[in-house]
């Protein structure tokens, strides 16, 4: 299996240097339609090329488009359904960027370079990788359903709303979401958990309009003042996220998170102290923690003595399993509201959401998936991690297809950066991964067929 594998990277590579060469944020305000389209229609063409039935560009309610494909295996085969999503994060700076954001580059430390190679373009590569492999080695085992979501990156839950509307389409036996990494590079790595989401929108209004701040200032109430005093209220002083009523004092029981492997990882400068109290672990996998994601406000440059009218901010709340992301937000609002100084209107926008997920790790398929991991990875053991951030799709397919097995894998290790400038991917761990699942699709159809 591992041969294969290798012989098909050079191809691996061409069509991902295709696919990241849309600039595919699901956000029109942005960039073009066009160019998400654009990498629907090249995700439904390699489904087409590798043999697909029914393979289709669905319109889901939030205005995107996720594309679906159906593999058929042996009779009697169980179903396994492979996702991945084609949408990514915008490339931020672009001029902080060591190669053009949107060109899959080879970097000196033999990295790929470029937004998506790892999140999730490379998970769909993946996929495809494993799935030609497994063909080249005694045929497909299973039947396979793919589908590519296309708005993943925004939370609007596209793809979550259409598979509530039609629950035949994406239910299968087991499930493999190529969206999430190994905790380290050559570590093999399940996801166990994943934290929920919300996005609040924040305005606080003071005035009828900007007043000059020598006339007026010192009496004026200035809503930018109001705004920044109720987002620091969303903290103590130690860091730790404190909104009223919601728990944030959980212990994670898995493996730890060294804080010098921490600090590495998230590139924390020398001197400046980490957030929060208790484990790393904790902080990240099993507590909640907000985040301003952004603040209107004039700029420092261009910037008139004035006491503001207006203020805007953006949050994001990650939400820890165990709490459900409704009363969660609740419990935001009512926060935002009783702590926004000098009686200030206050108004609030939940713009979007994602519930959180745990995994039974103790199930047929994972059993599969450790020793198709360890295979790959040289006889490594699978490590079960956490993952602080959010795939609100988990949740859905739980609810609609509990009796199915749903597994995190993928490529976005803490190297790759995804969200960040410079993202990239290992091609080695692409390889291991593909190798990995290719041997699981194997391993999978045994335990439940007996073949």
Known sequence: MAATVASLMPRARTELAELVAFRSVADPEQFPRSECEGAADRVAEALRDEGFENV?????????????GYLPGPAGAPTVLLYAHYDVQPP???AAWRTPPFELTDGADGRWYGRGAADCKGGFIMHLLALRAARENGGLPVSVKM??????????????????????LLAADTIVIGDAGNFRCGLPTVTATLRGMTLLRVQVDTLEGNLHSGLFGGAAPDALAALLRTLDSLRDAEGNTVIDGLEADA?????????????????????VGLIGGGAVADRLWARPAVTVLGIDCPPVVGATPSVHASARALISLRIPPGTDVEK???????????????????????IGKGQPFSADTSSPAYTA?????????????????????????????????????ILLIGLSEPEAQIHAVNESVDP??????????????????EQTTGA
């Open 147 to 168: 589908i590519v979501e296309g708005s993943e990156e925004q939370g609007t839950g596209g793809l979550e709303q259409y598979a509530r509307q039609h629950p035949e």
């Open 56 to 68: 289709a560009a669905l319109d889901t309610p939030d205005g995107t488009r996720s594309v679906y």
């Open 328 to 350: 969660a937000i609740e419990l935001l609002i009512a926060h935002v509201e009783s702590h926004v100084p000098w009686q200030a209107r206050v108004s609030t926008e939940v």
């Open 92 to 94: 931020l700076d672009e």
């Open 251 to 271: 212990r994670w029981e898995g493996m730890p998170y060294p804080e010098d492997d921490f600090r590495r990882d998230a590139k924390v400068l020398d001197g």
């Open 428 to 445: 080695r761990e692409l390889e291991r991964l593909a190798v990995a699942e290719a041997l699981f699709l194997r391993g999978y159809a």
């Open 369 to 405: 998936m450790a020793s198709a991991l360890s295979a790959a990875y040289d006889g490594q053991e699978m490590q079960v991690a956490g993952m602080g951030g959010s795939i609100p799709l988990c949740n859905a397919l739980d609810a609609l297809y509990p009796d199915a097995e």
